[in-house]
């Protein structure tokens, strides 16, 4: 089965950049997508198809996709970011598509 | 607006069966593929199972397959799972999510639900 591997934990100040990384196999030919979630509430689509913005999501989140590496960069971090990350695709390898998570980032902003 | 209602959790048994119910509006529900994700306490977000706008393509995780059933009433705008066979480790928030385009399995979730509790436990 199709494995996702994100960091469990990025830290940064606020006003720097957060880069948090989702590594898969050929990950560059696949759709991905991230969510943020903060406690006790559902997630929160904030990019999608690698590098799409949601309407109402800040400029300052990006998405990139190449090669075996996805990246989530969140620009001029806010005390407001600090949350799990969680990247995602679709496994279509076989003749039933399956949905994957990575195992979810922390964002502890300092 | 969209809104995603789940229902149907609670307490039930090891063996037990439950059916959770999630009630959509604020758009045309019968377009869009709609998943069930859940999550473990303290734990990720897991993908359990996903249908088609149709209906007449399911998918599932296979940590469920042949415990778990998807289904849809696109005249009820109602997505539905029926859980069979609950283990502990089912124990978990269950989110609907809908798909971000239109007639296409492979797009994020941009609407999620509240999250209904299930608990499998004696």
């Known amino acids: 089965s199709y494995v996702l591997t994100q960091p469990p934990s990025v830290s940064v100040a606020p006003g720097k950049t957060a880069r948090i990384t989702c590594g898969g196999n050929n990950i560059g030919s696949k759709s991905v997508h991230w969510y943020q979630q903060k406690p006790g509430q559902a997630p929160v689509l904030v990019i999608y198809y690698d590098s799409d913005r949601p309407s109402g999501i800040p400029e300052r989140f990006s998405g990139s996709n190449s090669g075996n590496t996805a990246t989530l960069t969140i620009s001029r971090v806010e005390a407001g970011d600090e949350a799990d990350y969680y990247c995602q695709v679709w496994d279509s390898s076989s003749d039933h598509p399956k949905g994957v998570f990575g195992g979810g980032t922390k964002l502890t902003v300092l | 607006e969209v809104q995603l209602v789940e229902s149907g959790g609670g307490l039930v048994q090891p063996g037990g069966s439950l059916r959770l119910s999630c009630a959509a509006s604020?758009?045309?529900?019968?377009?869009?593929?709609m998943s069930w994700v859940r999550q473990a306490p303290g734990k990720g977000l897991e993908w359990v199972s996903a249908i088609s706008g149709s209906g007449g393509s399911t998918y599932y995780a296979d940590s469920v397959k042949g415990r778990f059933t998807i289904s849809r009433d696109n005249s009820k705008n109602t997505l539905y799972l029926q859980m069979n066979s609950l283990r502990a480790e089912d124990t978990a928030v269950y989110y609907c999510?809908?798909?971000?385009?239109?007639?296409?399995?492979?797009?994020?979730?941009?609407?999620w639900g509240q999250g209904t509790l299930v608990t499998v436990s004696s």
């Open positions: 999510a809908k798909g971000v385009t239109a007639a296409r399995l492979d797009s994020g979730f941009d609407y």
């Open positions: 604020g758009f045309t529900f019968s377009s869009y593929a």
